[in-house]
């Protein structure tokens, strides 16, 4: 397969190519946002990320206007790819039927000791927690859930749920 760049432009037969994938791409980024728009935040600087309030007094939002927030308490299921640390994960996240995302989800209000450790105790310890969330997520149906954006790019915090232990954090915490 030829390795395709913005060199090739000009080039008649790879050109093409570029072009094509380029407004497929654009395609889905508008598909996207129209077939879910109760996904983006009022300003495109910020979501709102604080719960949500349980209050009947509060009135719902018109029907088409764009006043939604992110929703928080949406749980999306979620394969994991692999076990990163102690308290990150990357996984495959069902987003929408037939759509998923590859993502970093770090767990919400863990911090667990780096495996780049200082020394031969914390890196043990790093070990260990990395081997206890592997156990913990190993028993299936993952879900993920209140999902922020992590203070490090390229990943989620999240809360986490198995099929057996419904907060991975508290039982991650709990075991020490």
């Not at 008649?12 to 980024?29: C, M, P």
């Amino acid at each position: 397969m030829p390795h395709l760049s913005f060199a090739g432009f000009p080039h008649k037969r790879y050109g093409g190519a570029l072009v094509t994938a380029g407004s497929i791409f654009a395609l889905g980024v508008g598909a996207g946002a129209i077939v879910r728009p109760s996904l983006l935040p009022e300003s495109a600087t910020a979501f709102d990320t604080a719960p949500a309030a349980a209050s009947d007094a509060e009135p719902a939002a018109p029907v088409g206007t764009n006043s939604h927030k992110f929703d928080l308490q949406t749980v999306y299921p979620a394969e994991v790819v692999r076990v990163i640390d102690g308290d990150t994960f990357q996984a495959r996240v069902q987003a929408w039927p037939g759509l998923s995302v590859d993502t970093k989800v770090r767990l919400r209000g863990i911090d667990a000791p780096e495996l780049h450790a200082r020394c031969a105790d914390e890196y043990a310890k790093a070990q260990a927690a990395r081997a206890a969330l592997e156990t913990i997520l190993a028993a299936g149906g993952v879900t993920i859930s209140r999902i922020g954006i992590d203070k490090y790019g390229g990943r989620v915090n999240a809360a986490v749920a198995t099929r057996d232990t419904a907060d991975v954090s508290a039982a991650l915490l709990t075991g020490g």
